[in-house]
DNA sequence: AAGATCATCCAAAACGTTTTGGGTGTCAAC
DNA sequence: GTTGACACCCAAAACGTTTTGGATGATCTT
């Protein structure tokens, strides 16, 4: 129920220094911000946040957009990155909000009315698309994001990725390596960059070892989409000695495919993102995930320099890929 | 960058016309309400929300405290029921914030500064105490809240709960009529409302069938916790034949510690929660978990109402918990 | 034709904060 | 004893919206 009116009237005091006092500037006496900050704490006053975000022209607020499209979300246990980057921002006095987008609204719909209607100061998006409608359209506005993916986009804008690519590339090539020459690759939606690009370093390993990159298999980045992409790969003729998959939700589709056929156990699976559920399959899934420590801080840290207006180049962060050996990939078959 | 001054200046209008205008108010013809909203969709125009929270006095926010202890949060997939929950408070007008507690803080703290500093409207709490301090302070304050779990307050409060009790009863009762005699359960921290009653479910069953509810071991609600629950039981001469577990998080750990003593395939295990992880396991888990469809949904209704002002007593759900058989649990040792 | 009713519009207040641009009094310097 | 410099304080404006309490004519009633 305090507001800075009573509390100035109740110590005898203008609006405005008591204000100043609680900021801490240097234009009022130590004794009167002493006392005043006594009569807040005893008073439980707390600035009203509508009053300051107005005032200021703030918000003090980030949205992440929710996926409404099926299929997991990449970092490994999303809601801890939300988690991560929702307690460093508040460090900086900042709320997270999450958006999914409602029902029967798009995207972009949803990025609009946070813009326009100013109620964030950034974006967080996930899911990144090669041509990103979302993306353009904050850039056009000149608003604040931050991507978990990168996109194709011709003006540069922050953020963080795995190194999918490479990833691919030293998967496929660990296959080789260890004598397998059917690698096939089951791959997601080719308009999601992550997709693309995992595609393009299986396909680029591929090549380099000579192999045509014809094992390939396209489906939606879900369990059942891994499912019927492996049903696919295994009624070919040529059929794999390894399956590198795109998702770990894809390899678990795979894995019970492998299950389900003659066979099927001695084919190499590896899959990506390191989900929980990955140590519970059987085999348990080998799988790679991104390397990098608190994700979460990172996007935050991000966040709050893109908001400060650092400019895009600075606020990019790729990071490689690193290997999650479990059972499901079988390398010493001939090894060396 | 349109504001109502510009888009009234524009339109040769007054601020208050064009404001009722787009509100729909009856007190201003369909002519000029026409025109206005022709040249409010033109310019892209929406109110400033900070400016409009202000003057209504209303955040336009609820928060959702995420705890930082260890252990799962009950519900299947927890963020999908928030992202419910934010795309049916979106209907309204509201966004969710997710609140970690930051570290070093209390989530008491916590709801100190959300309430005093009025930055939302609603807070929704998750993983209730039997005593809740989080909860006496919100009632103290009379701010609106709904839990995710029941309390023992003496006042009543909004929440979305399973029948913990029921459930664990009738899950015990079920190994009791399927021949089992010692059944054991593992239990989490007896300050949680939901382990306490959990447990009481358990040793209601057991007293009923004129067993002792002795077989019972507590630990964290973890996986690590389950497997170290799990194997003070197995040390025991009177070792169980089937052990209830509190949670789907620790019953994996049972399940982990099973594996690694001899016989202990045999021994029946139930979770709850329905994780999705509970699939994978080997063996899969049989586990229960609350009835009742859109959670989310339920959570955001249940909020807008008591923001509303309807009375707590109009705004509890109680459901009732059903069973998910997979492989984890052996019924038919002598069925009848 | 005066009064009442109605449809349409608007000026100003209010929400609670931060910030701008001084104002007042004291003390030291000249 | 005037001039700065300094320390401390404050009135008022501003942020952009919603809402209150009319004002102004036009139309209808009697």
């Not at 690519?165 to 059917?182: C, K, M, N």
């Given at each position: 129920m305090a507001n800075l009116k009573q509390l100035a009237q109740s110590l005898g005091l203008s609006i405005t220094t008591v204000s100043r006092a609680l900021d801490g500037y240097s234009d009022v006496s130590a004794a009167t911000r002493q006392r005043v900050r006594e009569a807040a704490d005893k008073a439980g006053y707390r600035p009203n946040a509508s009053a300051r975000r107005l005032r200021k022209q703030r918000a003090e607020l980030v949205a992440v957009t929710l996926p409404s499209e099926p299929g997991h979300i990449g970092p490994l246990?999303?809601?801890d990155m939300l988690s991560g980057c929702a307690e460093h921002l508040a460090g900086a006095g900042l709320n997270l909000v999450i958006a999914p987008v409602p029902h029967g609204e798009s995207e972009l719909d949803m990025c609009r009315r946070f813009v326009d209607g100013r109620r964030v100061d950034a974006m967080l998006l996930v899911r990144t698309k090669r041509q990103d409608e979302r993306v353009e359209f904050l850039q056009s506005r000149g608003f604040p994001f931050v991507t978990n993916g990168r996109t194709e986009s011709a003006i540069q804008h922050p953020f963080i990725d795995g190194d999918g690519?490479?990833?691919?590339?030293?998967?496929?090539?660990?296959?080789?390596?260890?004598?397998?020459?059917?690698i096939a690759h089951v791959g997601g939606p080719q308009d999601y960059f992550f997709a693309h690009v995992r595609r393009q370093g299986w396909e680029a390993a591929m090549s380099e070892c000579g192999l045509s990159p014809d094992l390939y298999s396209e489906q939606m980045p879900t369990e059942q989409g891994g499912y019927e992409a492996a049903l696919a790969l295994l009624a070919r003729s040529d059929r794999p000695t390894a399956i590198v998959c795109a998702t770990d939700e894809m390899a678990t589709g795979v894995l019970r495919a492998?299950?389900?056929?003659?066979?099927?156990?001695?084919?190499?699976?590896?899959?990506?993102d390191d989900l929980p559920i990955g140590a519970f399959t059987s085999p348990a899934l080998s799988t790679m995930r991104m390397t990098g420590g608190n994700l979460g801080r990172s996007f935050a840290s991000l966040l709050l320099r893109t908001i400060a207006g650092e400019p895009a180049e600075a606020l990019q962060e790729l990071h490689s890929i690193e290997f999650v050996d479990r059972d499901s990939h079988h390398l010493p078959t001939i090894l060396a």
């Open positions: 246990h999303f809601l690519f490479s990833g691919f590339h030293a998967a496929t090539l660990r296959f080789h390596q260890a004598g397998h020459r059917r492998l299950r389900e056929v003659d066979g099927g156990q001695s084919i190499s699976v590896v899959g990506h």
